[in-house]
C-alpha cells in the first residue's frame, strides 16, 4: 500500500471512537391484504413519525411524462382541506408532511406531536383518499415541483447523482429526473395527474411504517391507509434505450458552482446480500481514509470536510449503489480527484492487515447515528419489512457489521469497486 495511505489508516486507527452499541426499539409487523404495517414504539421519543409508501414512482411514468409522479405527489399536499391545502392544513395543527420520488415508489412522511397524531393522520388520509386534481391545484403543484426543481439545480452534488442515476437504472425512465423538468413538467395537465394517480395509487405493496410515540396514533391507523387506496396494483413501465456507442463513462455538466466536483459510482449490494456488512465497512472506511488523505486544510473542521469528500452507500436505492465524492473547493481538487479513485483502486487489490475494529465501529455508529432520526427509524423499518427482511434493522445491521472480517472487505472492494461511472460538475466558466 502506498507510503501516504498508510500514514492515514494509522491516524484513522487512532481517532475513532469504540463500537456503539443499541437496542432496537420494539417492533412489530403485520399484513392487512396487500399492505405491510410496521410499528417501532418509542415511549420516550417526543414526536410520532409516519412513512407512506406507496409504488407509484419513476418506473410509472414514460418517458414523456418525466416530472409527473413528483408532480401527482405535490398535488396531493396542495389538495384543499378544510379550506386551505393540506400541507398549510397539516402545519396548522403543529406537524409537517412532505413526499420523495425514487424509482419504484414515492414516500410521504407525516410527523406531529403525539397529542395532534389523530387530526394530522386524519388529514392526510383524507387527503390521499380524495386529492383534488382540478387545474387550479395541479397548477400551484407544478409552481412548486418547478422551485424546487431551481433549487436542485444549485446543489453540484445532487446534479451529480441525478446525472448518474440515468446511467445505473435497468430502465430509462426509472432513472429519469425525480422532478422532471420545467419544459416536461409544462406539458402536463391536471388529466395526466388525475390519470397516473388512478392507476398507480393502489393498496398492493404499501407500506405503512411507524416511529416514535405510535401509542399516540388512531386506532387502525395502519388500516386506515390501506382503506384510503382502492385494492388492486399498478404497473411498471419498462423503457429501453440503446446503449451509448463508445467505451467512456464520463458525464460533464456546467453549473453556477464555486468549484468543480468529482461524483464517482460503483454498483453495490442490497440489504439482504452476505457483502452488505462488509459494504458498510468499506464505505466508512473509504470516507475516513479520503478526509485524511485529500489534502485538505487542517482548519476544516471534520464536520465540513465530511460534507465536502466522502462517501454515500445508498443500500435502498434501485439499484443500490457506492457513491463517492469531491468538493474540488476544499483543498487541492487535482489531488483529492486522483486520491479518491486511486484509493478504491488499492482497496481492491491489496488486503488489509491488522484490525478493522475500528472501521467496523466507524460503520457502526455511522449507521445508529443515521437511525436515530425519527424519519429514518420509520423509514429503515419499513424497507427492511418490505424486502421481506427481518425489520429489525439496527441489531441486524450492527450484526453483519461485526461479523465482517479484513478478507470480506477486500473480497466486496474486488467485486463491486470497479469500472466507476463518473460525473463531473464543473463551473461554467471552466473550460
Given at each position: 500500500?502506498?507510503?501516504?495511505?498508510?500514514?492515514?489508516?494509522?491516524?484513522?486507527?487512532?481517532?475513532?471512537?469504540?463500537?456503539a452499541?443499541?437496542?432496537?426499539?420494539?417492533?412489530?409487523?403485520?399484513?392487512?391484504?396487500?399492505?405491510t404495517?410496521?410499528?417501532?414504539?418509542?415511549?420516550?421519543?417526543?414526536?410520532?413519525?409516519?412513512?407512506?409508501v406507496?409504488?407509484?414512482g419513476?418506473?410509472?411514468?414514460?418517458?414523456?411524462?418525466?416530472g409527473?409522479?413528483?408532480?401527482?405527489?405535490e398535488?396531493?399536499?396542495?389538495?384543499?382541506?378544510?379550506?386551505?391545502p393540506?400541507?398549510?392544513?397539516?402545519?396548522?395543527?403543529?406537524?409537517s408532511?412532505h413526499?420523495?420520488?425514487?424509482?419504484?415508489?414515492?414516500r410521504?412522511?407525516?410527523?406531529?406531536?403525539p397529542e395532534?397524531?389523530?387530526?394530522?393522520?386524519?388529514?392526510?388520509?383524507?387527503?390521499?383518499?380524495k386529492?383534488?386534481?382540478?387545474?387550479?391545484?395541479?397548477?400551484?403543484?407544478?409552481?412548486?415541483?418547478?422551485?424546487k426543481f431551481?433549487?436542485?439545480q444549485?446543489?453540484a452534488?445532487?446534479?451529480?447523482?441525478?446525472?448518474l442515476?440515468r446511467?445505473?437504472?435497468p430502465?430509462?425512465?426509472?432513472?429519469s429526473?425525480?422532478l422532471?423538468?420545467?419544459?416536461?413538467?409544462?406539458?402536463l395537465?391536471a388529466?395526466d395527474?388525475?390519470?397516473?394517480y388512478?392507476?398507480?395509487?393502489?393498496?398492493d405493496?404499501?407500506?405503512?411504517?411507524?416511529?416514535g410515540?405510535v401509542?399516540?396514533l388512531p386506532?387502525?391507523?395502519?388500516?386506515s391507509?390501506?382503506?384510503?387506496?382502492?385494492?388492486g396494483?399498478?404497473?411498471?413501465?419498462f423503457?429501453?434505450?440503446?446503449?451509448?456507442?463508445?467505451s467512456?463513462r464520463?458525464?460533464?455538466t456546467?453549473r453556477?458552482?464555486?468549484?468543480?466536483?468529482?461524483?464517482a459510482q460503483?454498483p453495490a449490494?442490497?440489504?439482504?446480500?452476505k457483502?452488505?456488512?462488509?459494504?458498510?465497512?468499506?464505505?466508512?472506511?473509504?470516507?475516513?481514509?479520503?478526509?485524511?488523505?485529500s489534502?485538505?486544510p487542517?482548519?476544516v473542521s471534520?464536520?465540513?470536510?465530511?460534507?465536502?469528500?466522502g462517501?454515500?452507500y445508498s443500500?435502498?436505492?434501485?439499484?443500490?449503489?457506492?457513491?463517492?465524492?469531491?468538493?474540488?473547493?476544499?483543498?487541492?481538487?487535482?489531488?483529492a480527484?486522483e486520491?479518491?479513485l486511486?484509493?478504491?483502486?488499492?482497496?481492491?487489490?491489496t488486503?488489509?492487515?491488522?484490525s478493522?475494529?475500528?472501521f467496523?465501529?466507524?460503520?457502526?455508529?455511522?449507521?445508529?447515528?443515521?437511525?436515530?432520526?425519527?424519519?429514518?427509524?420509520?423509514s429503515?423499518?419499513?424497507?427492511?419489512?418490505?424486502e421481506?427482511?427481518?425489520?429489525?434493522?439496527?441489531?441486524?445491521t450492527l450484526a453483519?457489521?461485526a461479523?465482517?472480517?479484513?478478507?470480506?472487505?477486500?473480497?466486496?472492494?474486488?467485486?463491486?469497486l470497479?469500472?466507476p461511472?463518473?460525473?463531473l460538475?464543473?463551473?461554467?466558466d471552466?473550460?
Amino acid at each position: 500500500m502506498p507510503r501516504p495511505f498508510v500514514a492515514a489508516l494509522a491516524a484513522a486507527l487512532c481517532m475513532l471512537p469504540a463500537i456503539a452499541r443499541a437496542d432496537a426499539p420494539p417492533m412489530g409487523v403485520q399484513r392487512a391484504g396487500n399492505v405491510t404495517i410496521v410499528r417501532q414504539t418509542d415511549p420516550a421519543a417526543l414526536l410520532v413519525g409516519v412513512e407512506y409508501v406507496v409504488p407509484a414512482g419513476l418506473d410509472r411514468q414514460t418517458l414523456t411524462q418525466s416530472g409527473l409522479s413528483a408532480l401527482t405527489a405535490e398535488s396531493i399536499l396542495r389538495t384543499p382541506v378544510a379550506g386551505v391545502p393540506l400541507a398549510d392544513a397539516i402545519a396548522a395543527k403543529g406537524g409537517s408532511v412532505h413526499w420523495n420520488v425514487e424509482a419504484n415508489d414515492v414516500r410521504f412522511y407525516v410527523e406531529s406531536l403525539p397529542e395532534d397524531a389523530p387530526a394530522v393522520t386524519a388529514l392526510f388520509l383524507s387527503a390521499v383518499a380524495k386529492p383534488d386534481f382540478s387545474a387550479a391545484t395541479v397548477d400551484a403543484a407544478r409552481a412548486s415541483v418547478d422551485r424546487k426543481f431551481a433549487a436542485r439545480q444549485q446543489a453540484a452534488l445532487q446534479v451529480g447523482l441525478d446525472m448518474l442515476a440515468r446511467e445505473a437504472s435497468p430502465s430509462a425512465n426509472s432513472g429519469s429526473p425525480e422532478l422532471g423538468s420545467p419544459a416536461s413538467l409544462a406539458q402536463l395537465s391536471a388529466n395526466d395527474a388525475a390519470a397516473f394517480y388512478a392507476r398507480n395509487y393502489r393498496r398492493d405493496g404499501s407500506v405503512v411504517s411507524a416511529a416514535g410515540r405510535v401509542d399516540a396514533l388512531p386506532a387502525g391507523w395502519g388500516e386506515s391507509f390501506a382503506n384510503a387506496l382502492p385494492p388492486g396494483s399498478g404497473k411498471a413501465i419498462f423503457v429501453h434505450l440503446p446503449a451509448l456507442e463508445g467505451s467512456s463513462r464520463q458525464f460533464v455538466t456546467h453549473r453556477d458552482i464555486g468549484a468543480p466536483w468529482l461524483i464517482a459510482q460503483y454498483p453495490a449490494p442490497p440489504i439482504d446480500s452476505k457483502d452488505f456488512g462488509a459494504m458498510l465497512v468499506l464505505s466508512a472506511f473509504i470516507q475516513r481514509t479520503l478526509l485524511d488523505v485529500s489534502g485538505m486544510p487542517s482548519v476544516v473542521s471534520a464536520t465540513i470536510g465530511s460534507r465536502a469528500i466522502g462517501s454515500i452507500y445508498s443500500f435502498d436505492g434501485q439499484p443500490p449503489r457506492l457513491t463517492l465524492f469531491v468538493n474540488g473547493e476544499i483543498g487541492n481538487p487535482t489531488q483529492a480527484f486522483e486520491t479518491a479513485l486511486q484509493l478504491v483502486n488499492v482497496l481492491s487489490q491489496t488486503r488489509l492487515h491488522g484490525s478493522i475494529d475500528q472501521f467496523k465501529a466507524a460503520a457502526a455508529g455511522d449507521f445508529a447515528g443515521d437511525a436515530d432520526r425519527l424519519e429514518s427509524r420509520a423509514s429503515l423499518g419499513g424497507l427492511f419489512a418490505g424486502e421481506g427482511a427481518s425489520p429489525d434493522f439496527l441489531n441486524r445491521t450492527l450484526a453483519a457489521i461485526a461479523a465482517t472480517t479484513p478478507d470480506d472487505v477486500r473480497r466486496v472492494a474486488k467485486k463491486y469497486l470497479n469500472d466507476p461511472a463518473i460525473a463531473l460538475v464543473l463551473p461554467r466558466d471552466n473550460s
